[in-house]
Nanobody
Framework: QVQLAESGGGLVQAGGSLRLSCAASGVRIGLSTMGWFRQAPGREREFVAALSWIGVNTPYPDSVKGRFTISRDSAKNTVYLQMNSLKPEDTAVYYC???????????????????WGQGTQVTVSS
């Protein structure tokens, strides 16, 4: 049974940083594409970052480029999202997701991901 558990969310002031973690069980992150998505109230779930099973980064969307970084620790079977220079518009529930299809590059489409965590709330105050 695949389980993804996000942690590390919280309330932070604009300009601050947070590091989200996604601990995986039932799936080896080194053999899966791992992604981060977010969903703000009243909005669609949107792509934030992804890392293919061979470690190829998918280009970040302009909204987070230069501020967010995805990484993984295969020994801990955990994926991270380092978020710097946070803005109020980054406020959302952040979700970790796993795509078991091994592609060279990671998908940016939420429909391609097979498993999802419960999400962690990130709130950035101005």
């Amino acid at each position: 049974q695949v389980q993804l558990a996000e942690s590390g969310g919280g309330l932070v002031q604009a300009g601050g940083s947070l590091r989200l973690s996604c601990a995986a069980s039932g799936v080896r992150i080194g053999l899966s594409t791992m992604g981060w998505f977010r969903q703000a109230p009243g909005r669609e779930r949107e792509f934030v970052a992804a890392l293919s099973w061979i470690g190829v980064n998918t280009p970040y969307p302009d909204s987070v480029k230069g501020r967010f970084t995805i990484s993984r620790d295969s020994a801990k079977n955990t994926v991270y999202l380092q978020m710097n220079s946070l803005k109020p518009e980054d406020t959302a529930v952040y979700y970790c997701a796993a795509d078991l299809v091994r592609s060279y590059s990671a998908s940016t489409s939420k429909e391609d991901y097979d498993y999802w965590g419960q999400g962690t709330q990130v709130t950035v105050s101005s």
